[in-house]
Every structure is written in structure tokens, then in C-alpha cells.
């Protein structure tokens, strides 16, 4: 168990609405990442960050924002949700203090945009 | 830029087959590679991390190996069981430790009783 903790797990909401995803651990890890996974992408990286208050963009950044303002959260915010945006998100951490080490998983939220 | 394919996209076995699940990539300047199961509706877990300086690693009946020079990383699943049917993944990292991994799409693999 790596002490990763997602919230929510299941989200439905509508186009246009804010969402905000949690990712809170308990490893005091510095790197904290969050993916996305859909049939025929795979995952993806959506951005990450290094330390508190330092983040960076992954491959499909656009549409997101995240902010980490203590070491064990990471959150992830949808400004306005849009359909394209219903994924499954992961949030993972690095098992190392230069994030090149072994990543470790949450259970992931499940998000249906409508 | 990186690619990482894994054929098949599907697998099923018989209970008790030792089986190979394969994990080819574009660049082999890579830091290291990691293969994950993932169960349905569930996130990945980590199986093993093997760095670019080592061949080969091994946890219980999983043994993974790896050949940059090729562009291969196989897993090595002994005396397979049902319980380890789930789709499993494998991700590399650029040199230089870049934070971001490239995921292979994965197997699906079904273990029948």
C-alpha cells in the first residue's frame, strides 16, 4: 500500500462546471503526477509537480490546472468540464527524491462529464 | 519521441503455462522501465522496476529482463494462475530521469482454470 488516497472516486457533472480531484499521501513523497487513462490512449500525463508550489505540464495539460500547497495533496482542477474531459484520473507518486524512481498508484476517480 | 507498444493486446492461457509477455520501445536511451498490473476498475501496481544498468529482475515467480540495445523488455510470468488474470503494463523513462513515463497501451491477460 503506498498511501495514496484519491477523492472523489466517482464524479458525474455537467458541462461547464468546476471539478476539483484530490490526491492526498501519506508518504511525504516530493513528486506527485496526475494521469489520465481512456480506451485506445492509454496514460497519459496531465501535469506534475516537485515540490510544493512547483508544478509542470504534461502532454495533454490543456483544460487542466492543479495546485499543491502541502506536500501530501495534489489537486487537480477542471476550470469548465467538458465532455472530451470524461476519463478515469490517476494520481501517482514517486518511490524516490528525484521522481525517477518507481511510481506508485492511487485507485483512480472515475469522471463522467455530460 | 518514445514509443512503447506491447503485443498482444491480448493473451489467454491455461492455468499453469509459464508465459512471456513482450514490451518493445523506439528509443533505447531510456533510465529505467517498470511493468504494472492493473485489475479492473482499479489503479496500477507496481511489479517491477528494472534500471537501464541491469538485465534483469525477479520477484517471486515474475522475472523481467531487459535489452536496450533491441528495444525489448519481456516479463516472465512462471506457473500462471487465475489469480493472474488482470492487463498488465510496461512504461519507460527517458535519460536524465525525465518525470514523464511512456506507457505501453498493455496486455490483457486471462489465466483459464
Known amino acids: 500500500d503506498a498511501g495514496i488516497t484519491q477523492s472523489p472516486r466517482h464524479k458525474v457533472t455537467e458541462t461547464g462546471t468546476p471539478v476539483t480531484l484530490r490526491c492526498h499521501q501519506t508518504?511525504?513523497?516530493?513528486?506527485m503526477y496526475w494521469y489520465r487513462q481512456d480506451p485506445g490512449h492509454g496514460l497519459r500525463l496531465i501535469h506534475y509537480?516537485?515540490?510544493?508550489?512547483d508544478t509542470d505540464k504534461g502532454e495533454v495539460s490543456d483544460g487542466y490546472s492543479v495546485s499543491r500547497s502541502k506536500t501530501e495533496d495534489f489537486l487537480l482542477t477542471l476550470e469548465s468540464a467538458t465532455s472530451s474531459q470524461t476519463s478515469v484520473y490517476f494520481c501517482a507518486i514517486s518511490g524516490s527524491s528525484w521522481g525517477a524512481g518507481e511510481l506508485f498508484f492511487g485507485e483512480g476517480s472515475r469522471l463522467t462529464v455530460l | 519521441k518514445q514509443e512503447v507498444t506491447q503485443i498482444p493486446a491480448a493473451l489467454s492461457v491455461p492455468e499453469g503455462e509459464n508465459l512471456v509477455l513482450n514490451c518493445s520501445f523506439t528509443d533505447s536511451a531510456i533510465y529505467n522501465l517498470q511493468w504494472f498490473r492493473q485489475d479492473p476498475g482499479k489503479g496500477l501496481t507496481s511489479l517491477l522496476l528494472i534500471q537501464s544498468s541491469q538485465r534483469e529482475q525477479t520477484s517471486g515467480r515474475l522475472n523481467a529482463s531487459l535489452d536496450k540495445s533491441s528495444g525489448r523488455s519481456t516479463l516472465y510470468i512462471a506457473a500462471s494462475q487465475p489469480g493472474d488474470s488482470a492487463t498488465y503494463l510496461c512504461?519507460?523513462?527517458?535519460?536524465?530521469?525525465?518525470?514523464?513515463?511512456?506507457f505501453g497501451k498493455g496486455t490483457k491477460l486471462t489465466v483459464n482454470p
Open positions: 509537480s516537485y515540490g510544493v508550489k
Open positions: 508518504e511525504n513523497h516530493r513528486y
Open positions: 512504461a519507460t523513462r527517458s535519460q536524465g530521469g525525465s518525470e514523464k513515463l511512456v
